[in-house]
């Protein structure tokens, strides 16, 4: 009996029914043969079963359902299933809130030390000048160092990591690590030569040169952690470093009894707790995940698996199209950092008999400046919180929306944009004033200087319009305006620099006039170019995801 006789029998025409509705229940938009085909293999058929029924093959049976499986087609279920299968479920606020915590966790812990302290980030307080300056001096050094780099390993990892590239996400993490590893090589050589010009002890270059690579490898190690925003990872290996490092500094005198000794043991035991940490990630993360099939299960239910032979990237490509975030990322620490520094080459020690580094870390300045850091965290939380949906969201509206009603995108994203930048700026006001009624009286009663209570009150104000200039700054980016704001914040990077240096003769409080005056031009050019480039949102949309 052939096929073509078959297929008109009621037998063959209820099972090529049956079949149609099973596919629709599967596959809402049927738009060719070759997909009832690949969903006839998925749905367990057999040639087999075909034939009992009259259909000599797939091909067959796919060419005789084309004809009219559009009828079983709901054409509203359709759509919304289609549209369904491009949206992007949006994490919850807990998660967004864990996730915040965890990635400003670092800086808690080191506001808490601040705290502990009573003076700089980097429990200074008691060691000798030079000590401090060489170890700090490195500190900076090596986020400097890696600061570019890491911007660049953030936008590409993702890029790489989403599909499962895992080969190119493999080279990305080793050319990283290369290209760190000779920026290191060059800056280390240069501080060398500086430090056999200036005739400094071999011991402090040493520390400065150990504390810089020090401090590289670690950021280095940490950028997948925080790339994935494994906030229960960072939550946790913060913390037992913090904790390895206050018992051994507190309570590791009858070992080691030297105090700087005692403190830079601390460092190093929690330097390798958190590399623990960091070599399992990576080791989690870059293994080729091999799974083979069992039994005769068909092809279609093979696993899916990893495997570096992928094609290779052009990394200096690469490297040349991530200029712009990698310069925004260096002269935005240039930007929070440069005063620091420069209080450190015009601090009075410099002057004293006997002092061997052509600057010293000054713990007055810092006592002031790095406390008022606690203006920031608040704003960052809260712009993390409702920001990093932001991709999510216009995703999943511009699936929906039509070119026609891009004004309601245009609302959409005004809105989102002025009720992050009120939020996030009334949190850092109302941090700033707290922190300016709290912290002076507690300052003067640790036996501070009224110089850091003033430079505390500029700074709590900058850092106010510092957040100004973050919050803008993630609209910028988002919107691929990020060589504007390279070109703002090197130039913000440079007020702040020249302002000190005109300034500081004044007084080293001055210095902090210079931050608030690159803290101003940053945040009030950049709230300026914001509200104009934020009118044509939805066009950038557009063209970026549509």
């Not at 087999?48 to 009259?54: I, K, N, W, Y």
């Not at 996400?169 to 200036?198: H, P």
């Not at 990576?282 to 093979?302: A, C, Q, R, S, W």
């Not at 713990?363 to 850091?373: I, K, P, T």
Request: include cysteine; hydrophobic fraction near 50%.
């Amino acid at each position: 009996m052939t096929t073509q006789s078959l297929t008109t029998t009621r037998e063959s025409r209820i099972f090529a029914q049956k079949v149609a509705r099973s596919i629709i229940e599967v596959q809402p938009n049927i738009n060719n043969t070759a997909d009832i085909v690949v969903l006839l293999e998925c749905l367990g058929y057999r040639v087999e079963t075909l034939r009992q029924h009259g259909f000599e093959d797939f091909y067959a049976l796919a060419r005789h359902l084309y004809e009219f499986i559009a009828v079983y087609e709901t054409r509203e279920q359709s759509n919304d299933l289609f549209v369904k299968s491009f949206t992007i479920e949006m994490p919850n606020i807990s998660k967004r809130v864990s996730e915040g915590v965890g990635l400003v966790f670092p800086w808690l812990g080191s506001l808490a030390l601040l705290f502990l302290t009573g003076v700089s980030l980097w429990m200074a307080m008691g060691f000798p000048a030079s000590i401090t300056t060489a170890f700090v001096s490195g500190v900076f050094l090596g986020v400097v160092v890696t600061e570019g780099t890491l911007q660049v390993f953030n936008r590409l990892f993702m890029f790489y990591h989403e599909p499962g590239n895992i080969g190119e996400v493999k080279r990305l993490i080793r050319r990283t690590y290369s290209l760190i590893g000779l920026v290191l090589l060059v800056v280390m050589g240069i501080v060398f030569a500086i430090g056999q010009y200036e005739k400094i002890p071999l011991h402090l270059i040493e520390l400065t040169m150990i504390s810089a690579v020090t401090v590289s490898l670690h950021r280095a190690s940490y950028m997948i952690i925080y790339t994935l925003k494994k906030a229960a990872t960072l939550i946790t290996s913060y913390s037992l470093a913090f904790a390895i490092l206050l018992t051994t500094y507190y309570f590791g005198q009858p070992l080691v009894h030297a105090e700087v000794t005692r403190y830079f043991t601390g460092l190093l035991l929690a330097f390798v707790s958190l590399s623990a940490f960091s070599v399992y990630e990576h080791i989690k993360l870059t293994k080729t995940i091999k799974e083979t099939l069992v039994g005769d299960k068909p092809h279609f239910y093979n696993p899916m698996s990893r495997t570096d032979k992928t094609l290779k990237s052009k990394f200096r490509v690469q490297l040349w199209e991530a200029v712009p975030y990698s310069l925004y990322g260096v002269f935005y620490v240039v930007t929070m950092f440069g005063d620091r520094v420069l209080s450190w080459i015009y601090n009075p020690v410099i002057g004293h008999g006997g002092y061997v580094l052509p600057m010293a870390f000054n713990a007055v300045y810092h006592s002031g400046a790095d406390m008022a850091w606690i203006v920031l965290l608040p704003g960052s939380l809260i712009q993390y919180i409702m920001m990093s949906p932001i991709y999510i969201q216009m995703n999943n509206i511009s699936i929906k929306i039509k070119i026609s009603e891009s004004k309601d995108l245009d609302a959409f994203i005004s809105a989102t944009y002025r009720k992050v930048l009120i939020i996030s700026i009334s949190a850092s006001v109302i941090t700033a004033v707290l922190l300016n009624v709290v912290a002076p009286p507690l300052m003067l009663h640790a036996g501070l200087a009224m110089t850091s209570v003033q430079i505390l009150r500029i700074a709590s104000v900058s850092n106010v319009l510092m957040s100004l200039f973050t919050v803008n700054s993630v609209f910028l980016m988002w919107m691929n305006k990020i060589r504007h704001l390279g070109v703002l914040v090197i130039a913000s990077a440079f007020l702040v620099i020249s302002t000190g240096i005109m300034l500081v003769h004044g007084g080293i409080e001055n210095l902090t006039i210079g931050y608030l005056v690159g803290a101003a031009f940053a945040g009030i050019i950049s709230q300026i170019y914001t509200a104009k480039t934020i009118t044509r949102a939805s066009s950038i949309v557009f063209s970026k995801i549509v």
